[in-house]
């Protein structure tokens, strides 16, 4: 039987999208090119991601893993004194929390998952092309252990990564950003350290003058430790060593506060090296098509973005096709909501980071800077109830509204209030209504207010007319 959806890829994006799918009751294939579990860098996973994996009900298995759990992130950035976002602090008590992962398990982990699901998935398939008829995707042409398939399809969700089968191969709209031109360097020691102030299990960032340091605590007392640069430096270097361990060993001495967080450890094994070159395509989706993850867009690690943006986009491409095929919407307003809350994810996040490479603005400028992308919307997030106590400047500095912001940002948060709040809607995951956000809502630039879309998770994951939430809610 042909499937109604195809899938391609089977990292975080394309494993969340078929799950989801499938807890629909639409009939998946997934085609994933290489056998898992594979090697995969970008080991930070964002707190949004929780609740994504949650609603596709994976969430019990990815705790089972004993991944260590991460509360925020510290940043020594520029002149500043080390900024501290502590997840608990900044949303309270019940905060969600994530974690640091060994992405070969965790994708495994989520591919295992959406099989369970019912999707089909289908591990060594090259995808060929997808096809076209009459500007619509009908079909995907592919191999499997030399036999060629040809499947018909309602729609296509191309979360192929970085070969972007319909961005890079087909259509060749993928616009590179020349601002992050980047080569990424890394490797793994055993045992190591966190800076003093860095919440449980939490990434540290750490400027230098010709790039940044991430320092990632995984489990095992294993510590993921990379660089990264501009192209150019990297290849201005890279001619003076050897090769590239003697390169790396040298990198990570260079750095006063790196050094001493892996003095104390031993190195281990193979050296990495990969581009990091930030792009996007020129559209995100289109007739019978999603493009979702790395397929659409990538952006440097430095807020440790992908795996959230990749999840997100594969949650709406999700809740467009559920609500398209039960006609709920219509296909055009479908995709604009796709397009419109995938890519403004993506720019704020763009935005965040071109910020951050501006080394000696100073931590306010940043704070600002979040707070102008947020519109000043996320200060919600921020648990109601907490009360600093008189005289702690760091309580007060945790629920001032531009540290709220920037918390909310580079947790993922803002992007699924963004999904909920788009015709009024309460955050992910609720299930009524909550009057100051209905009465916030977004600007023109990036909704219609005469469609008043939005995503709901209940009863089932889908998309709603504001009208149509309200008199049923």
Request: hydrophobic share 40%; proline share 3%.
């Amino acid at each position: 039987m042909a499937p109604d959806i195809v899938v391609i890829g089977g990292g975080p994006a394309g494993s969340i999208a078929a799950s989801l799918l499938a807890r629909q009751g639409a009939r998946v294939r997934l085609l994933e090119r290489q056998h898992f579990p594979r090697y995969h860098v970008g080991e930070s996973v964002s707190t949004s991601c929780r609740s994504i994996i949650e609603l596709a009900g994976a969430l019990e298995k990815v705790d089972s893993r004993g991944y260590t759990v991460k509360q925020g992130l510290l940043l020594r950035w520029g002149a500043e004194r080390d900024w501290v976002v502590n997840w608990p602090e900044m949303f309270g008590t019940n905060a969600q929390s994530s974690w640091q992962v060994d992405r070969a398990d965790f994708d495994d982990v989520l591919l295992r998952h959406a099989a369970e699901q019912g999707v089909e998935v289908i591990e060594g398939a090259a995808v060929q092309q997808v096809r076209f008829e009459e500007g619509r995707a009908v079909g995907v042409d592919w191999t499997h252990e030399g036999r060629t398939h040809r499947d018909d399809t309602e729609y296509v969700i191309d979360a192929s990564g970085r070969a972007g089968i319909l961005s890079a191969r087909q259509f060749r709209d993928r616009r590179k950003h020349d601002v992050f031109r980047n080569v990424a360097i890394w490797g793994y020691y055993k045992g190591g350290e966190l800076l003093p102030r860095t919440p449980g299990g939490g990434i540290n960032v750490i400027s230098s003058p010709e790039g940044w340091y991430w320092v990632i605590p995984l489990k095992d007392q294993i510590f993921s430790v990379g660089f990264v640069t501009h192209q150019d430096r990297f290849l201005d270097r890279k001619g003076r060593y050897a090769d590239t361990t003697e390169m790396y060993l040298d990198v990570i001495q260079e750095s006063e506060t790196v050094r001493e967080l892996v003095s104390r450890g031993e190195f281990r094994g193979k050296v990495r090296v990969e581009q990091d070159f930030s792009y996007s395509a020129d559209s995100f989706c289109g007739p019978g098509y999603f493009i979702a993850g790395d397929a659409a867009c990538f952006l440097d690690p430095l807020l440790s973005t992908g795996v959230h943006l990749g999840m997100y986009s594969g949650m709406l491409a999700a809740a467009a096709i559920t609500s398209t095929r039960a006609g709920e919407v219509d296909e055009d307003e479908a995709r604009a909501f796709y397009e419109s809350l995938y890519r403004n994810a993506y720019g704020r996040m763009f935005s965040m980071v071109s910020g951050f490479y501006e080394q000696y603005r100073g931590k306010q400028s940043y704070f600002w800077l979040a707070q102008r992308l947020a519109r000043g919307q996320y200060r919600n997030l921020v648990e109601r109830e907490r009360t600093p106590v008189p005289g702690d400047a760091a309580a007060a500095a945790a629920t001032a509204p531009e540290s709220a912001a920037f918390a909310a940002i580079t947790a993922g948060l803002a992007d699924l209030d963004d999904a909920a709040r788009a015709g009024g809607a309460a955050p992910l995951g609720a299930d009524v209504l909550a009057p100051d956000v209905l009465e916030g809502g977004l600007d023109g630039k990036h909704y219609d207010a005469a469609t008043g879309l939005m995503l709901v998770t209940s009863p089932r994951l889908g998309i709603r007319r504001t009208a149509d939430r309200v008199q049923t809610g």
